[in-house]
């Protein structure tokens, strides 16, 4: 199993801050990774897909970038409807894992 | 587009079998752009994959669950199913069907996620 570590766990950012996020594959997933925005009592939300493209209707201040086994994701500008939870995914051979999740919080 | 619905049981006993059902709206599960999956969420905690599968009947599970899952489709009824056998309250979580694009190896989108709590 090909298993993905996120850091930090929690974050502590004010709005307008630029804010990165970590995820470490423990095999190489070539650019197989994508982010997503969770926020309290929803579903996830996708952000990232194919490591570094924007889905479509995402604010362009959310970016990607990686392959291998580091990737990141890139708040430029930290915006008050940003303080939520995110999560990597990586997809190998069928299979899925996710990352430990980002809890961005207020500072 | 696509919509996901899940529906079953919000309760179930220890040692019994979860059982839930994802209907798709929008589109056809008989796609062949998609692979159609469970994904949990145990109370304040992170997401877990618990298996996905074509609508050729493929299925492909986490190994950590594979011994107690079982993925089905219906074509005829655009619906896809988890069975998740002698659960135990660390089964507790949100369940969400979701939508695999295999194009871009992405999940969107996502059902709402139902809540089911393991308890006598």
């Known amino acids: 199993d090909i298993q993905m570590t996120q850091s930090p766990s929690t974050l502590s950012a004010s709005v307008g801050d630029r804010v990165t996020i970590t995820c470490r594959a423990s095999q190489s997933i070539s650019s197989w990774l994508a982010w997503y925005q969770q926020k309290p009592g929803k579903a996830p939300k996708l952000l990232i897909y194919k490591a570094s493209s924007l889905e479509s209707g995402v604010p362009s201040r959310f970016s990607g970038s990686g392959s291998g086994t580091e990737f990141t994701l890139t708040i430029s500008s930290l915006q008050p409807d940003d303080f939520a939870t995110y999560y990597c995914?990586?997809?190998?051979?069928?299979?899925?894992?996710f990352g430990g999740g980002t809890k961005v919080e207020i500072k | 587009q696509l919509q996901l619905q899940e529906s079953g049981p919000g309760l179930v006993k220890p040692s019994e079998t979860l059982s839930l059902t994802c209907t798709v709206s929008g589109g056809s599960i008989s796609s062949s752009s998609y692979y159609w999956g469970w994904i949990r969420q145990p109370p304040g905690k992170g997401l877990e994959w618990i298996g996905s599968i074509y609508y050729s009947g493929s299925t492909y599970y986490n190994p950590s669950l594979k011994s107690r899952v079982t993925i089905s489709v219906d074509t005829s009824k655009n619906q896809f199913s988890l069975k998740l056998s002698s659960v135990t309250a660390a089964d507790t979580a949100v369940y969400y069907c979701?939508?695999?694009?295999?194009?871009?190896?992405?999940?969107?989108?996502w059902g709402q996620g139902t809540l089911v709590t393991v308890s006598s």
């Open positions: 979701a939508t695999l694009e295999i194009a871009v190896a992405a999940i969107d989108p």
């Open positions: 995914q990586q997809y190998n051979s069928y299979s899925l894992t």
